[in-house]
């Protein structure tokens, strides 16, 4: 059970830091004037979502499923748990936001400036600091 608590961590982790570094490529790459910057981005982008994010949230997922399944009447009837699940569950949900704007910006068709790029690149902080005090604080 170790293992798999010591491997979840490592992929939330990963996870997170692509989840931060994403929006504020965006915010760059919404601001970039010239082709090749652009175009830098866009691999940039791509290879940040599809290589380590997407296989971090997976691995998150499976690790945390695992997890859960040592003991899960426990998790199921906690409250924390519960509101844990949602945050991850929203925070899946900005993951595939993150995904749909990358698309946007791969076939040209982003409308927004980078100010609503630095307001999303925030989004995940909050949503880290109330998972990690569900589980370590347990609140309720």
Known sequence: ML?????????VICWFAAIFYLPR?????ADSQDQASNDRFKIMERKLYRGIM???MVAVLVLGAWLMSYNLDYYLSQGWMH????LVALLVGFHFY???ILKQFRDDKNQKGHKFYRVLNEVPVFMLV?????VIVRPF
């Open 98 to 100: 993150c995904g749909h």
């Open 25 to 29: 490529l965006f915010v760059y790459h």
């Open 130 to 134: 109330a998972i990690v005090i569900l």
């Open 3 to 11: 293992w798999v608590k010591a491997f979840h961590i490592i992929a």
């Open 54 to 56: 997407t296989p971090s």
């Open 83 to 86: 509101a844990k699940l949602t």
